[in-house]
T-cell receptor
C-alpha cells in the first residue's frame, strides 16, 4: 500500500459526459501527479501540482483539467468524453516539488467510456 | 512519445532463473528509475539511478546505467513467482522534471 488513495476504482460513462477523479496523496507529500495509461499510448504524464499550484504540464488535453486543494487532495476533471479517453488514470505523489524524485502511485481509476 | 524503449517486450523464465530487461532512451537524462506494475494495478518504485552512477543494487535487483550507450538494464536474480509483473523504466531530463515512461517489459515467472 503506497499511501496514495484514488476514487472511484471504476467508472463507466457515456461519450460526451464529464467525470471527476479524486486523489489523496501520501501524508506529508506536497506534489501530486496525474498519469494516463492506455494500450496505444502507454503511460503518459498529464500534469503536476505542488502545494496547490500547477508545476508541470504534459500531454493533457484541453478537455481535461485538474486542481489541488488546500488539504492537498487533487481532482482530475475529464469533460466531453470520447471513446479514446478510456484508460487507467493514476495519481502519484512525492514529498518535494522535483519530478526527479521517487513517486508513489495510487491504485488507479479505470475509466470506460461507452 | 516514449523516451524509453524496453527490450524485450515480453519475457518468460523459470522460477529461480535470473531475468534481465533493458531500457534504451533517446536524450541525455538526469536520472533513470525502474517501476513494477502488477496487472492493472498501481506502479511501485523499485530503484533510482542518477546519471553519474553506473550501478546500483537493492536486494535481488541490480541496475546498470551506460550513458554513452543511452541504456540501462535491470537484473532480477533468483526470480520468484511474485516477480511476475510489467517493468517500466522512466527518465527525467536536466531542466525537465517530467517523468517519461518506456513501453515496459512483461515478465512472467513460471513456477
Amino acid at each position: 500500500d503506497s499511501g496514495v488513495t484514488q476514487t472511484p476504482k471504476h467508472l463507466i460513462t457515456a461519450t460526451g459526459q464529464r467525470v471527476t477523479l479524486r486523489c489523496s496523496p501520501r501524508s506529508g507529500d506536497l506534489s501530486v501527479y496525474w498519469y494516463q495509461q492506455s494500450l496505444d499510448q502507454g503511460l503518459q504524464f498529464l500534469i503536476q501540482y505542488y502545494n496547490g499550484e500547477e508545476r508541470a504540464k504534459g500531454n493533457i488535453l484541453e478537455r481535461f483539467s485538474a486542481q489541488q486543494f488546500p488539504d492537498l487532495h487533487s481532482e482530475l476533471n475529464l469533460s466531453s468524453l470520447e471513446l479514446g479517453d478510456s484508460a487507467l488514470y493514476f495519481c502519484a505523489s512525492s514529498v518535494g516539488s522535483s519530478g526527479h524524485n521517487e513517486q508513489f502511485f495510487g491504485p488507479g481509476t479505470r475509466l470506460t467510456v461507452l | 512519445s516514449q523516451q524509453g524503449e524496453e527490450d524485450p517486450q515480453a519475457l518468460s523464465i523459470q522460477e529461480g532463473e535470473n531475468a534481465t530487461m533493458n531500457c534504451s532512451y533517446k536524450t541525455s537524462i538526469n536520472n533513470l528509475q525502474w517501476y513494477r506494475q502488477n496487472s492493472g494495478r498501481g506502479l511501485v518504485h523499485l530503484i533510482l539511478i542518477r546519471s553519474n552512477e553506473r550501478e546500483k543494487h537493492s536486494g535481488r535487483l541490480r541496475v546498470t546505467l551506460d550513458t554513452s550507450k543511452k541504456s540501462s538494464s535491470l537484473l532480477i536474480t533468483a526470480s520468484r513467482a511474485a516477480d511476475t509483473a510489467s517493468y517500466f523504466c522512466a527518465t527525467t531530463l536536466f531542466g525537465n522534471e517530467k517523468l517519461t515512461f518506456g513501453t515496459g517489459t512483461r515478465l512472467t515467472i513460471i513456477p
